[in-house]
């Protein structure tokens, strides 16, 4: 199976903009028979994931737009990320929002 990112961003960013909540998500890859789960998260400009806990093992692919990660303990200062930058997950409650139109990556251990 494959998976067309740069068709599926503008698509998501579509949804999320029609959407009263900004977001729009799919899962690429990452059903039953794997180990890994791919979604792609679509965010206008101010939505947010709101804080929840960390997943085992994850990673953040910014794909599309500015989003900044924020640590809900309030241990760290966060991280911010363009297209094309990635960043692991830090393993506590964290939330994200969205700086400008964005879309995301997350891959997830399951």
């Given at each position: 199976?494959?998976?067309?990112?740069?068709?599926?961003?503008?698509?998501?960013l579509?949804?999320?903009?029609?959407?009263?909540?900004?977001?729009?998500?799919r899962?690429v890859?990452?059903?039953t028979e794997?180990?890994?789960r791919?979604?792609?998260?679509a965010?206008t400009?101010?939505?947010?994931?709101a804080?929840h806990?960390?997943?085992?093992?994850?990673?953040l692919?910014?794909?599309?737009?500015?989003?900044?990660?924020?640590?809900?303990?309030g241990?760290?200062?966060?991280?911010?990320?363009?297209?094309?930058?990635?960043?692991?997950?830090?393993?506590?409650?964290?939330?994200?929002t969205a700086?400008?139109?964005?879309?995301?990556?997350?891959?997830?251990?399951?």
């Amino acid at each position: 199976m494959s998976t067309s990112l740069s068709t599926l961003v503008p698509e998501l960013l579509d949804e999320a903009r029609a959407h009263s909540s900004g977001r729009a998500a799919r899962t690429v890859r990452g059903h039953t028979e794997h180990r890994l789960r791919h979604t792609v998260i679509a965010l206008t400009s101010g939505s947010v994931l709101a804080d929840h806990e960390s997943p085992d093992e994850a990673t953040l692919l910014v794909l599309a737009g500015r989003v900044r990660l924020t640590d809900a303990t309030g241990g760290g200062d966060g991280w911010t990320g363009c297209a094309g930058d990635l960043t692991d997950i830090p393993p506590v409650r964290h939330g994200l929002t969205a700086e400008e139109d964005s879309a995301v990556l997350l891959t997830v251990r399951l």
